[in-house]
């Protein structure tokens, strides 16, 4: 069974939670929106999240389909 790799963070613009992948530059944390889901010629979108609030995927999902992430704090 593949588990899918994913982060959750709250993005520091709108305050709204974004999943995507994680990504950390020059004390800037990221959240990567993979939009090339929906078409190949859609780019990636970057947010700029809070480090304290990056949480992983952990594979599991509530009795109402939700996605269960680990608490945040992933940060350098």
Do not use: H
């Amino acid at each position: 069974m593949k588990r899918e790799i994913l982060y959750r963070g709250k993005c520091i613009e709108t305050g709204k939670w974004v999943e995507g992948y994680y990504y950390a530059e020059c004390d800037c944390y990221y959240i990567i929106k993979n939009c090339q889901i929906k078409s190949e010629t859609m780019r990636n979108i970057p947010y700029e999240v809070i480090p304290e609030t990056v949480g992983q995927y952990t594979g599991l999902k509530d009795r109402n389909g939700v996605r269960q992430f680990k608490n945040g704090g992933i940060y350098e």
